[in-house]
């Protein structure tokens, strides 16, 4: 190590987002491959959407002149989306309460340092989760505390969650982090789970990352009015089909919204990027209309992989599914899996090991065809 970097960062695992899919041994290009690894849309854009995008793009955009700042007009577009694209409750969301970044990990990032940066605070992830909270707060040399997730449904173990707020001191949780529904294991936050975070202290930020709202139709943003101390992250990359562009945004209350407007930098959201996630929203209706295919194809996909009574399959709240084997030597696991995975992807199919299990993206009905057929012959 070069000795002017810090050296916290020796021992840092980088996020790797198709790990050994596109480097090394690897003999097809990317694109020959069923990416069923990072849980993106199977669909790009519909051709003539993509066609009026660049249309935009040519007639709207001075790429000498640098973008909108302060992503104005993309705020409103988000506050209008949020309180009305919202089954079940009510939500007043304003623009004040919105804040956007370059994906959601952007947001992560803010947050965290606005929050726990120079040894403010701590935060709490319960494993397997998300692996960019920890990255990044690692990056920041913010520390992580981990509590685990109970194997029958995977949601949090409350009790050692409890505790662990309790117990750690130097310093403090300040930030719990969950996912509705979690990645990789796709469960929704459970009733107690609910309460749980209801009842957590004001110092303590609740970031709910509803990155998959679109898919599992329950969300939060209704409560957010009582709770001054949660934030919601959603993000443009999954039911929205925006990946390549790196839009998120975040909800909460203007206060600190007003802070991560402060943290962050100043032009973070190219100008196309904050064009076609305005088009998106306005298009909201076609983009959307995958969705029930989506999930009809993973509720099939479980149905073949059910068949098969090696696998056991989580229920799944949003577009992928999470399944372990039923009978393994758990010791040999994650050998046998990562195994597993590799011979996948020799077959043309990438999934994603990870958190002691596999996870497998819904794609195309032709791509889970095959992701069954070759997951059969394994
Ligand atoms: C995919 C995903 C995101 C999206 O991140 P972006 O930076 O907006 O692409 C956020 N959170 C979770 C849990 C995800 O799975």
């Given at each position: 190590m070069l000795p002017f970097i810090r050296r916290d960062l020796n021992q840092l695992q980088a996020y790797v987002p198709h790990p050994g899919g596109i480097?090394?041994?690897?003999?097809?290009?990317?694109?020959?491959?069923?990416?069923?690894?990072?849980?993106?849309?199977?669909?790009?854009?519909p051709e003539t959407l993509k066609q009026k995008l660049a249309w935009a793009y040519q007639h709207q955009i001075e790429t000498n002149r640098y973008p909108d700042g302060s992503h104005a007009s993309l705020k409103i577009a988000i506050s209008q989306y949020v309180n009305t694209n919202f089954p079940g409750s009510q939500a007043s969301i304003t623009p004040e309460q919105i804040s956007v970044g370059n994906g959601s990990d952007e947001l992560i990032r803010a947050l965290l340092i606005a929050t726990c940066l120079g040894g403010e605070g701590s935060i709490l992830v319960a494993n397997p989760t998300f692996s960019m909270y920890g990255i990044l707060a690692e990056t920041l040399g913010i520390s992580v505390v981990k509590v685990n997730r109970l194997e029958t449904d995977f949601s949090i173990d409350l009790e050692a969650a409890t505790r662990t707020i309790q117990s750690?001191?130097?310093?403090?949780?300040?930030i719990v982090f969950v996912v509705?529904?979690?990645?990789?294991?796709?469960n929704p936050l459970t009733p107690d789970e609910l309460n749980w975070l209801r009842t957590l202290p004001e110092e303590i930020l609740v970031v709910i990352d509803e990155a998959y709202f679109e898919f599992s139709q329950t969300s939060l943003a209704g409560e957010l009015s009582l709770h001054p101390n949660w934030m919601i992250l959603r993000t443009f990359?999954?039911?929205?089909?925006?990946a390549a562009l790196r839009v998120g945004y975040g909800i909460a209350h203007p206060q600190f919204i007003a802070v991560l407007e402060k943290v962050r930098l100043p032009y973070n959201l190219p100008g196309f990027s904050q064009l076609a996630a305005e088009f998106a929203l306005c298009h909201q209706a076609e983009l959307l209309s995958v969705i029930p295919e989506i999930l009809a194809q993973r509720q099939q996909l479980a149905a073949d992989l059910a068949q098969q009574s090696r696998w056991k399959i989580w229920p799944s709240a949003s577009n992928f599914l999470y399944i372990r084997p039923q009978f393994e030597d758990a010791s040999r696991m994650p050998d046998t899996l990562e195994q597993f995975r590799q011979n996948l992807k020799s077959q043309g199919t990438l999934i994603r090991h990870t958190g002691g299990g596999l996870r497998i993206t819904i794609g195309t009905p032709a791509e889970n065809q095959r992701t069954w057929q070759r997951m059969m012959k394994l």
């Open positions: 480097s090394g041994s690897l003999v097809q290009p990317i694109d020959s491959l069923d990416r069923l690894d990072t849980n993106e849309c199977p669909y790009d854009l750690t001191q130097t310093p403090p949780i300040r509705h529904p979690n990645s990789p294991t796709a990359s999954k039911a929205f089909r925006l």
